[in-house]
């Protein structure tokens, strides 16, 4: 059961500064009993930290300290709306919050936009971290774009990189629990639109992380098989190909896009809580995992 926040961690929300000064919130989860690690969550595209809440109190409950951060130009953090200039202002943002928390092990938790960003701040940075879960990573879109789209969105990008474009991503595609979808944090924070650069700037991410699948750390991969957003099957041959000290790939059966979301939630976070702690417990899993079917 997913219970509320307040009652078994310490919850607190704060700011920190990036080298290039702007301001990034974080809400804080410390369990009451002192924590076995660090969890950090990073969001997707044009979320924001409100919609990990029930996920954080999940993570404190099993004795995890765990940081949900707005990436710049996504909720209460500094930015222009869902643009960046460089990927790697992205990145940084995560080594921020990463450096900022120090202390404990640490893990690194990435849904969607999220789940790449992880995965390539792990190759471009060195952090100190025992394991990361990239939950439906954005390799490949689930439908690619139309050519004439990404030409489209090419030009714009040398006159005009913030002109907007709507994802098309509705709740439906999200989650079968429209009830509990509406009842996250900080609805009105969201957005529903992509710039041309920020758009641009992924895919060239995505490529680059396809192109050298090596990570140094042991490496959680998961996607839910009616996925209408991002690519299982490029979340699977990824997995496939990666070098890294052990890892994992799960697919969860009848699950859509935000699998922390759906109706049972509370297994795959539970799913996420024992791969962890068996990373704590024994620094690896020991063993190149096969993939695992749920």
Request: hydrophobic letters at 40%; glycine letters at 8%; one cysteine or more.
């Amino acid at each position: 059961m997913i219970v509320d926040s307040m009652d078994i961690a310490e919850y607190s929300t704060g700011t920190i500064r990036t080298s290039d000064g702007l301001s990034l919130f974080y809400r804080q989860w410390n369990p009451r009993d002192g924590a076995a690690a660090n969890v950090f969550l990073v969001h997707g595209l044009g979320e924001h930290s409100g919609r990990y809440v029930h996920v954080g109190s999940f993570f404190a409950e099993a004795g995890f300290r765990t940081v949900a951060f707005d990436l710049r130009g996504h909720g209460r953090s500094d930015g222009k709306p869902v643009f960046v200039r460089h990927y790697q202002e992205l990145a940084s943002d995560v080594a921020c919050v990463v450096n900022h928390f120090s202390g404990n092990p640490a893990f690194l938790f990435g849904h969607s936009l999220g789940g790449q960003l992880v995965l390539w701040t792990v190759q471009h940075f060195q952090l100190k971290l025992q394991g990361l879960i990239s939950s439906a990573p954005w390799l490949a879109l689930a439908h690619t774009p139309a050519r004439w789209q990404v030409t489209l969105a090419r030009m714009l990008n040398r006159r005009i990189p913030g002109f907007r474009f709507p994802t098309g991503i509705n709740s439906a595609k999200l989650s079968h629990d429209q009830a509990h979808l509406d009842s996250l944090v900080d609805l009105d924070l969201t957005h529903s639109f992509i710039t041309v650069r920020m758009y641009l700037e992924v895919v060239n991410a995505a490529e680059q992380i396809l192109s050298t699948p090596v990570i140094n750390i042991p490496v959680l991969i998961t996607s839910g098989d009616e996925d209408e957003v991002t690519s299982r099957e490029a979340a699977e041959n990824f997995s496939l190909r990666l070098q890294a000290p052990s890892k994992a790939f799960r697919v969860y059966h009848g699950f859509l896009h935000e699998l922390h979301n759906e109706t049972d939630r509370t297994r795959v976070l539970a799913d996420y809580v024992e791969w962890m702690r068996s990373i704590t417990q024994t620094g690896s899993l020991g063993r190149e995992a096969d993939p695992i079917q749920n």
